[in-house]
């Protein structure tokens, strides 16, 4: 069974941002690199665990980025421009 909270007292942001690039659709694998032994379990600590909605909502956000010409003007046209999978 696996938690919905947070590891306890992550050492770094990084297991939590791994863990969110796990999750998306459109990645199919994630790279790491680490510095030393520590940061490498640290990285490791990524899986087995999975973060809430509100946690996945927070990271989308923190991660946006405003669309370039011409796709923020389709999403107006949503029936035209369907979104991509």
């Given at each position: 069974m696996?938690?919905?909270r947070w590891p306890a007292k992550p050492a770094?942001?990084?297991p939590r941002w791994l863990n969110w690039l796990l999750r998306r659709p459109s990645v199919s694998t994630v790279i790491i690199?680490?510095?030393n032994e520590e940061q490498l379990r640290q990285n490791l600590g990524a899986t087995g665990w999975t973060l809430?909605?509100?946690q996945v909502a927070r990271l989308d956000a923190a991660s946006a980025v405003t669309l370039a010409y011409p796709?923020?003007?389709q999403r107006g046209f949503a029936e035209r421009n369907p979104?991509?999978?």
């Open positions: 696996r938690s919905t770094s942001l990084c690199g680490a510095r809430s909605g509100e796709y923020w003007h979104p991509p999978v």
